[in-house]
């Protein structure tokens, strides 16, 4: 009996055998679909790549795959009519061979092998281009371009769901390994390739991807899927570039899908319209895409030239049309975001608080423009005023958003802001955000002189208990609102003698701003700190003192103080005189004991 090889030695050929036999199969299959003989080997060459746990022999096992499925779609082995029963066997076998490996490759996505998420990644979607060209080149060439769904369905499920990686599991174990405590966050280095590479870039990837998605969280309930609203809002926060004009819709993926589509048909007159195109619309909108409707715009008014607009109406557009839609795009964005909004708000509140800080960052920027009816969110917007702090003042800059740009009636937008003032405003890691904010509404000079002193007031008085940064904004801030709003220059020249809260006839336990009776009061809470013990804040204390010749301060130059930049700011500033380091001893008064204190001994 022959000696045993060593370990290593024998793990070494095991590796070279394993190669061998997947570049054997390949060329066996490679011949096999030119000559139309069994395709028998596709089965051991995909038994190889679920048992292997190399990443680099699986990544030699999945190309070598790739390759092999891209000619056998090529080669119309999954398309086109079947013409005997056999060809049929053939075809549904070649599919469940086809569905174990877009299975693998999902799993791949959750891989520790950053190589073999990425390749994963790309053959998937090589493999939807593939599968969609081959849709239309069986189809008539009067129909419109294809997209193979049920293959994309695949990739938003493995994105969004996130099953683990199946990595040298074997299909036995694959369907009864449990999945408790796997991690199903989508990993950052595929959240970013994906953005990168086609959501942000290819119009038709982001028009099926966002359709699907909304799609994908309605049929999961949270609890079965408690992953599956943040992966989602990883992906479409970071949708930098969307379409604001159908000219701009003009990079495609499944490059067929470029192609001009055939103009919607117009409706006829007083509802004429007949049996037979009522009876294909039925058709179109028997699947998901009757959620249109909900999303149209009004009709299109009559043209000035008496011609009656062509654009058909969203809900009736063919897939084809709907890709070169502009409304048709907003339709499926706003769907998406509608139906995860509410999502966020599930989980723990610890989640909710940093799902909801996430949307709003983003949200006046790069959601709502895109929006088909902005007004939609604003159950949503609302419901996070609630919430108060940081949350709350976001929100509230977005139905500032909807009340500016899109007419939003929201009565006690005022009342609400005034809440945030509390003691902690000026003390919170965000206060820079709250004056930026804070200013731009209450920018307007439309707004009542008495409201807008209410806000003053009521930060005039929280200064008396505020760190020296938080007073150095509040200076230039009241500064500025005094310029804006001349009517409050009486807060600041006021003839009679008050002097202290208890002279002072402001309300500060009224909830409304309008009637806080602010406007008859001063602000004698900024003059007190003339006498801080900061000296940046006590010079800024000094300009209400001075002639209002400068029209206003930069907030931006005041928002970022900290103690340390106050303290790096003394450290730095240059001293003019020199401070006494003792005192003359004529200046000592006899027999004080001052003696005693500076005795050595």
């Not at 398309?79 to 029963?85: C, F, I, M, N, V």
């Not at 200013?439 to 929280?462: D, I, M, Q, Y």
């Amino acid at each position: 009996m022959p000696p045993s090889l060593p370990s290593k030695k024998r793990k070494t050929r095991e590796v070279d055998d394993t190669a061998q036999a997947i570049q054997d199969l390949e060329k066996q299959l490679t011949t096999a679909v030119s000559k139309g003989s069994s395709l028998n080997p596709l089965a051991d060459l995909l038994d190889i790549a679920l048992d292997v746990s190399s990443p680099t022999q699986l990544s030699k096992a999945i190309y070598a795959l790739y390759r092999v499925f891209v000619i056998i779609i090529s080669n119309g082995l999954l398309s086109g009519p079947d013409r005997t029963e056999e060809a049929k066997a053939v075809r549904a076998w070649l599919f469940e061979r086809l569905h174990a490996f877009v299975d693998l490759l999902a799993s791949l996505l959750k891989d520790e092998e950053a190589s073999l998420k990425r390749s994963a990644l790309d053959i998937l979607f090589s493999l939807q281009k593939h599968l969609s060209s081959s849709l239309t080149r069986i189809g008539d060439s009067k129909q419109p371009p294809q997209f193979h769904v049920s293959h994309f369905r695949k990739i938003v499920s493995a994105l969004l769901l996130c099953p683990p990686s199946q990595r040298g599991n074997g299909i036995k174990k694959r369907k009864t390994d449990p999945e408790s405590g796997a991690d199903h966050t989508l990993d950052a280095d595929v959240r970013d390739h994906v953005v990168n590479t086609w959501f942000s870039v290819n119009d038709d990837i982001r028009w099926f991807f966002l359709r699907d998605a909304a799609i994908l969280i309605s049929k999961h309930p949270h609890a079965e899927a408690p992953q599956l609203p943040g992966n989602l809002l990883s992906i479409i926060e970071r949708l930098t570039t969307f379409p604001t004009k159908a000219a701009e819709l003009n990079s495609w993926w499944v490059e067929e899908l470029g192609t001009k589509p055939a103009p919607s048909k117009k409706s006829k007159a007083d509802g004429d319209q007949d049996e037979d195109d009522d009876a294909g619309n039925d058709q179109a909108n028997a699947d998901e895409d009757d959620w249109r409707k909900f999303f149209d715009d009004p009709p299109a008014k009559t043209a000035a030239e008496g011609k009656k607009a062509t654009a058909g109406r969203v809900h009736t557009l063919t897939i084809h049309q709907s890709l070169h839609s502009l409304a048709a795009h907003r339709a499926v964005f706003t769907r998406a975001w509608l139906t995860l909004l509410p999502r966020l708000s599930l989980g723990s509140a610890e989640s909710t608080k940093g799902h909801s800080l996430r949307v709003l960052n983003v949200l006046h920027r790069g959601v709502i423009p895109h929006l088909t009816r902005p007004i939609l969110i604003m159950d949503w917007i609302s419901a996070s005023v609630d919430h108060g702090g940081t949350v709350g003042l976001l929100a509230l800059n977005a139905l500032f958003t909807l009340m500016k740009e899109y007419n939003l009636d929201y009565p006690s937008f005022y009342t609400r802001l005034y809440s945030f003032l509390d003691r902690d405003v000026l003390h919170l890691k965000h206060r820079a955000r709250f004056f930026r904010l804070t200013e731009l509404f209450l920018g307007s000079t439309h707004l009542p002189a008495n409201l807008v002193a209410s806000f003053v007031k009521r930060l005039s008085r929280l200064s008396l208990h505020a760190p020296p940064a938080a007073v150095v904004m509040l200076m230039p801030f009241t500064y500025n609102m005094l310029r804006r709003h001349p009517a409050l220059m009486s807060m600041i020249h006021r003839a009679e003698e008050v002097t202290g809260a208890e002279c002072d006839g402001f309300d500060a336990e009224e909830e409304n701003p309008t009637l806080t009776n602010a406007l008859e009061s001063s602000l004698w809470e900024l003059y007190s700190h003339r006498q801080h013990y900061h000296a940046s804040v006590s010079s800024l204390a000094k300009i209400f003192e001075e002639a209002f010749t400068r029209p206003s301060y930069g907030m931006e130059d005041f928002l970022d103080h900290t103690y340390g930049t106050l303290l790096e700011t003394e450290v730095k500033r240059k001293i003019r005189k020199e401070p006494a380091t003792a005192l003359e001893a004529s200046q000592v008064a006899e027999e004080d004991g001052m003696e005693e204190v500076w005795t050595i001994g």
